[in-house]
């Protein structure tokens, strides 16, 4: 069975602090995304990956970086946390980019 | 730039069929239509995709016309378990991913 994880399910951090979320798939996909989803607004994609070591901005990166030194595993990272990054977000993974396999999520509170 | 219209909400009642439809204008030509389940707490689920005509899996069925100016995703007698929001998934012509602002289903006994 198709498996995305992602580290934390309920994260609180400090404004400023650097914040990493982990996110691993097991289907050895091609193709990663992180998205935020805000109430009111949907799914925003922050950035994606298409293979290793590569990466794109989606529509709201600023803020956010990623890595993805594995292909399994593509980590965001918010170099300082302020709280308007305070949401829920979301990997997700996938061999074609139209059909995604996401993870339960993390909600992060920065406060 | 494309973008994506759907119904912020509708309600049914067990055993009808409901249709939610996602307009999107600008898509990419020649790029599949997706659309998504989320329950609370849960990250989305893909349920159905298409390119044009009629698409039917177990779950559900998804009409796109031949412009592809939208798409009309459509679940069977609904039951209590399919409220859920529902969000339509398409990439532009430079081929920007672009969800929908999702659509919540309330299914009533």
């Known amino acids: 069975d198709v498996k995305v994880t992602q580290s934390s399910r309920y994260l609180v951090k400090r404004t400023g602090e650097k914040v990493f979320l982990e996110c691993v798939q097991d289907m050895d996909h091609e193709n990663m995304f992180w998205y935020r989803q805000d109430p009111g607004l949907g799914l925003r994609l922050i950035y994606f990956s298409y293979d290793v070591k590569m990466k794109e901005k989606g529509d709201i990166p600023e803020g956010y970086s990623v890595s993805r030194e594995k292909k399994e595993r593509f980590s965001l990272i918010l170099e300082s946390a302020s709280t308007n990054q305070t949401s829920m977000y979301l990997c997700?993974?996938?061999?074609?980019?139209?059909?995604?396999?996401f993870g339960p999520g993390t909600r992060l509170t920065v406060t | 730039l494309a973008k994506t219209t759907q119904p912020i909400s509708m309600d049914s009642y067990e055993g009808q069929e409901v249709n939610i439809t996602c307009s999107h204008n600008?898509?990419?030509?020649?790029?599949?239509i997706t659309w998504y389940q989320q329950f609370p707490s849960q990250g989305p689920r893909f349920i159905i995709q298409g390119y044009k005509t009629k698409v039917t899996n177990e779950v559900a069925s998804l009409f796109i016309p031949a412009d592809r100016k939208s798409s009309t995703l459509s679940l069977p007698r609904v039951s209590l378990s399919d409220t859920a929001v529902y969000y339509c998934l398409v990439h532009d012509s430079s081929y920007k991913l672009i969800f929908g602002s999702g659509t919540r289903l309330l299914v009533r006994p």
């Open positions: 997700a993974s996938s061999e074609r980019t139209y059909e995604q396999y």
């Open positions: 600008n898509i990419a030509t020649n790029d599949y």
